[in-house]
């Protein structure tokens, strides 16, 4: 959003009238979809400040920074965990299967997916500015910006699952980690206790100055599915460490 009020205000500054635009949008009443911008482009196409192609232009480039701008957009935290990001993955790794006792007869909601014996747990969080208070769509952050960043991953239960994948929504791109429970439970960000009196419960804080730290899990959408393999052989190797010698 930054980005395309930088290119209105050069284009505003063009015209003879720019003062007139300028305190109308201060008093402007924005009632969807007419909104400050409908008002500035309009006026910019009559003005021939700004030509079609042009406007066509700015309209693909805005659309290509904002590509899933629209999943910050989904309010009900449930639906976007459960819903969208669920939906997302299974659409990536086909083979996922919805878990039920007729798979695991152990099974009662512990974990999300089920895949040749793994039990699988999915995360998904959207990045957004730590020091606004705007709506989620508002604060929503492009992969490129310096701005400080959260992500909470939320009711993390390690000894109900063997992997983690996790779902990180920037406005223009989606980036996926994989990791074994105890990769999970060893690590230094994970503090558990998130809700009193569940036991082997916690929580994971991914910031902007940690995310880095997280280099060697980030997995390509594409590659998924041979990761969530090798995060599983992962964990068995560690458990098997922790055997009898």
Known sequence: MEHLKKELDTLLAQLFNESDIRDRLETLVSVYPFNEYEYIISHLLAMSVLSLDDYLE??????SRNLYLYIFEISAPRTFGESWAQ????ELVPTLEKPSKRIDPDYSGQYDFYMDGIRIEVKASRVV???????????????DSTKEFWMNFQQIKPRFCDVFVWIAVWRDVIRYWVLSSKEIESNRYYSQGQHRGNIGEGQLHIKHDNIEE????RVQPNKLEGAILSAYHRQNRTNSSLGPK
Do not use: I, M
């Open 58 to 63: 700015l309209r693909d480039e805005y659309t």
């Open 214 to 217: 997280f280099e060697n899990y």
């Open 129 to 143: 500015d730590a020091n606004s208070d705007a709506p989620l769509y508002v604060k929503a952050l492009s992969s």
């Open 87 to 90: 939906g997302h993955l299974k």
